[in-house]
């Protein structure tokens, strides 16, 4: 399998789920309180760990319980983390979650030390950056975080993933000789062209390459992925699932995605798995939880020829 190095944000969820959401100044008793696994960036190289990649995670985690627990985690899930590193000043990344009983949530996050992942972490794990087959990056860290992380792969020649969520404005610079893995909604804020015409998709498409994208894999949900290169565009078609939890169905695409292409895959055929792997994440509960073993993904495109 490939070697990923993944460059990205871990989160701890905490979650209450309850009749109904307090209004402002009022207490609501009752629900049902939880904790899970969260976080872009390691919901990503968790996918990629547990599709059989050999996964190293960049990232930053507070010296307290959660940090703690995060780390045991990803080693549990056979994760490098020689280049994860804590911060004693700043706690572990949260987000605080209620949902009501029709679904409706209301989130707060805290990024704590996500926001203390600097440009000299991305120096010291050059020498596995280098090495890579792909890098795979997000945007719940700084920003000049994630440029430092591009310009030193490509600098070596390697693959970048740039999975641009949650969504914010990116100069050019940064979309340079990039794969990127927008949804439409992402798509419509960095190209600033309104979704929903009969042509937008395409015309977003189109403004991305043109920006000097390598290539583009937009995910459209249960539709499947539309890919452009500056020589073609294709469709890729998803598959007919009953979805449960939607939550990390975008991190599983991009594992799936990273690991085919990390080990050889062409980018539709890659695309065409990773679809698989995000079908199969939004049919089980959770983010972490719900994302699949490579043997699962290959009993479910062989059920699904």
């Known amino acids: 399998m490939g070697r990923i190095v993944v460059v990205g944000s871990a989160n701890t969820d905490m979650i209450i789920k309850g009749e109904r959401l307090p209004k402002p100044g009022e207490t609501v008793l009752g629900g049902n309180y939880f904790t899970a696994a969260g976080g872009k960036g390691a919901n990503q190289a968790v996918a990629a760990a547990r599709l059989g990649s050999e996964v190293t995670f960049v990232t930053r985690l507070g010296r307290d319980w959660l940090g703690d627990q995060a780390l045991a985690n990803y080693r549990a899930e056979k994760i490098n983390c020689d280049y994860l590193t804590r911060d004693d000043h700043t706690p572990s990344g949260v987000a605080l979650i209620m949902v009501d009983a029709k679904g409706e949530n209301l989130i707060g ?94 015309r977003m498409l189109t403004h991305f390459i043109q920006a000097g994208v390598a290539s ?69 509960l959770g983010a972490q939880p719900s994302l699949p073993t490579a043997n699962e993904v290959v009993k479910f495109l062989e059920s699904h020829r």
Do not use: W
């Not at 000789?177 to 937008?200: C, F, H, M, Q, W």
């Not at 290169?229 to 890729?236: E, F, H, Y």
């Not at 979805?243 to 975008?250: L, N, Q």
């Open 109 to 202: 996050v805290a990024p704590g030390s996500n926001g203390t992942l600097l440009p000299q972490h991305i120096e010291a794990a050059a020498p596995l950056i280098q090495k890579a087959d792909v890098l795979l990056v997000q945007l719940e860290i700084p920003l000049d975080t994630v440029a430092a992380a591009i310009q030193l792969a490509q600098r070596h020649n390697v693959r970048v993933i740039l999975n641009p969520a949650p969504a914010t404005d990116l100069a050019e610079a940064m979309l340079r000789g990039v794969i990127l893995t927008p949804n439409e909604t992402e798509s419509a804020r960095l190209t600033k062209i309104e979704e929903g015409s009969p042509d937008s998709l395409d």
């Open 216 to 284: 583009v894999v937009m995910t459209l949900g249960k539709r499947g992925a539309m890919l452009a290169t500056s020589a073609d565009k294709i469709i890729v078609s998803g598959f007919e699932v009953q979805a449960v939890d939607t939550t990390a169905a975008g991190d599983a695409f991009n594992g799936g995605l990273a690991t085919a292409l990390a080990r050889g895959d062409d980018l539709e055929s890659a695309a065409r798995y990773a679809c698989a792997v995000a079908a199969i994440s939004v049919t089980r």
